[in-house]
């Protein structure tokens, strides 16, 4: 890491609280390593917005608004953060405009994954909204992997129960329940099913999870 770099960066314990919502905020963060749980208060339950790896950066919206914390945010896995002024970010994104543009191209990011989410969040019971992330994580899955695959294959999403969770705001053990149904009907596989090993779950057709989502739907409309 070069000198100039280095001098921001910060060693961080898990469970630090760096932030709490509605504080003033004068600083930012840029993650160099670990995870970073960004955290808001719906009523009398503190919900998880989302968990920040490295490379991602937070702490920037009271800095370009001038309002207090959105968020609280809280080291999730032993960090290394760049922790940078407000002034010395205007100054770095006047001076560098492939660091605004990265900035830009983040938010926009953001706000496309919130746009989701409130979509996820006004799907009626735990059912759709587990299935409908779980088709969204597929096609993220598939996007990231581009031509590598092909029509109709099965696809390996690596990603957790609680990140499913956190991502639909349904509590973890009805998400279990959820995704036991749809393994019994073969709509999703553990690795171990497919005799693999690791974490994550695979869809064997993104396009029965699909139909399985219409039937929720009728379902639901008629009553069936
Ligand atoms: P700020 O409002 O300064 O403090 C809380 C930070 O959490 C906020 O800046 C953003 O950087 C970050 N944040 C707020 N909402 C989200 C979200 N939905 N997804 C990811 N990060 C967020």
Redesign the pocket.
């Given at each position: 890491m070069n000198d100039a770099v280095e001098r921001f960066a910060r060693d961080f314990e898990p469970g630090t609280v760096l932030?709490e919502e509605g504080e003033p905020?004068d600083y930012?963060y840029v993650i160099q390593s670990g995870e970073v749980e960004?955290r808001?208060q719906v009523g009398e339950v503190e919900r998880v917005?989302?968990i920040?790896p490295p490379g991602d950066?937070?702490?920037?919206?009271?800095?370009l608004n001038g309002?207090p914390?959105?968020?609280t945010?809280v080291v999730k896995t032993a960090a290394r953060l760049l922790v940078i002024e407000g002034k010395t970010f205007e100054a770095m994104m006047r001076a560098r405009p492939e660091i605004a543009l990265r900035i830009i191209k983040s938010l926009a990011t953001?706000l496309e994954?919130?746009n989701q989410h409130i979509e996820l969040l006004l799907l009626p019971t735990s059912n759709h909204r587990v299935v409908q992330c779980l088709r969204l994580m597929a096609d993220e899955q598939i996007a990231l992997a581009g031509a590598h695959v092909a029509h109709g294959s099965a696809i390996l999403v690596p990603k957790r129960i609680e990140d499913v969770a956190t991502r639909v705001g349904v509590p973890t053990h009805e998400v279990i329940e959820v995704m036991d149904r749809l393994r019994s009907a073969r709509l999703v596989l553990m690795p171990e099913d497919a005799g693999i090993e690791g974490d994550g779950f695979i869809v064997p057709e993104v396009g029965r999870l699909l139909e399985f989502l219409e039937f929720l739907n009728l379902k639901d409309r008629f009553g069936a």
């Open positions: 932030f905020g930012m960004i808001r917005l989302a920040l950066f937070f702490g920037e919206m009271a800095i309002r914390r959105s968020a945010a953001r994954n919130s």
